[in-house]
């Protein structure tokens, strides 16, 4: 962001660093007031002498990964898992980005929608934006939250409330692949139990439910995550049964958001920003 009156929006350091200036709409700062559309404006910066649009593109999609993958506490047990096995979480997260091989389908859509988005929400200049945005017809699809969204936040409500598993999916394949292209020995069932700990109790956080869950891990995965990841999980090699529930707080937090905020995925990632995800995720007792 190139803020009015700070060094980088001087012209200056536009001619020093060959700066490629774009413009896009402040996300939910737009609205009709008095008779007359309005819409805030900002000005970035996607490129310079030595950064390529492509690099900027690279950048944006990594940054949405680790801010999945990586930012408070869904894959927690993966990353200590690989971290005990001498895998470093950059390679972790560069592998989910690079391995697009064994993307599966939905992910990969959801990685290329992303990237579409973060070009189109770009303009050449804010009179072209202004002129756009008269129109009522165009006022309304940001009314309607079909355009000026906060991609990061729309994009992290979509990773949770769509195909979630199939996120989680892909996870387990990266570090299956890292683990053996790297020649590590690990135990499979480690991987099976960290998967069903995840899917059970942070699949579908947006959703209200009844029913609880019970699943039957050959790891203690819930012990060791409690314990804090202090001893290898190879110690807590016993088969465990865990139900996964949702709390009548938990089912009071999303009526009273989604009451408020909404029920589409920008309103679900907009959500996620006043409500850490992981108070979503689902109460587990061992039994």
């Known amino acids: 962001m190139l803020l009015p009156a700070s060094p980088l929006s001087e012209k200056e350091d536009y001619d020093k660093f060959q700066m490629v200036r774009k413009y896009r709409t402040i996300p939910r700062d737009f ?15 996607v490129a310079t002498k030595d950064l390529s649009f492509d690099d900027y593109l690279f950048i944006r999609k990594f940054h949405y990964i680790i801010y999945c993958y990586y930012n408070g506490e869904t894959f927690k047990e993966i990353i200590h898992y690989l971290k005990s096995l001498g895998i470093e979480v950059y390679d972790f997260c560069y592998a989910l980005l690079s391995y697009t091989d064994i993307t599966p389908e939905i992910v990969r859509k959801t990685f290329e929608n992303f990237l579409s988005d973060t070009i189109q929400e770009l303009w050449d ?7 756009y945005y008269k129109k009522d017809a165009n006022l309304n699809k940001l009314l309607q939250q079909v ?63 009844d029913a609880d869950i019970t699943a039957e891990l050959d790891y203690d995965v819930h012990t060791w995550r409690q314990e804090g990841f202090k001893k290898p999980i190879l110690e807590y090699n016993n088969k465990t049964r865990l139900k996964f529930l949702q709390t009548e707080k938990q089912k009071k937090i999303i009526h009273e958001y989604t009451k408020i905020c909404g029920d589409t995925e920008d309103s679900k ?19």
């Open 31 to 45: 609205g009709k007031y008095d008779g007359t559309n309005v819409v805030e404006v900002e000005e970035v910066c």
């Open 125 to 131: 200049s804010k009179e072209d934006i202004h002129h």
């Open 147 to 209: 355009q000026g969204y906060n991609l990061l936040q729309r994009y992290h409500g979509l990773f949770f409330s769509s195909h979630f598993n199939m996120f989680l999916e892909y996870a387990m394949k990266v570090a299956t692949r890292l683990l053996n292209e790297k020649d590590i020995d690990y135990d499979k069932k480690v991987l099976e139990s960290i998967f069903s700990y995840i899917l059970n109790s942070r699949n579908k956080i947006f959703d209200i439910v």
């Open 269 to 287: 990632g907009k959500i996620l920003t006043r409500v850490n995800p992981k108070v979503l995720f689902r109460e587990i007792l061992s039994l």
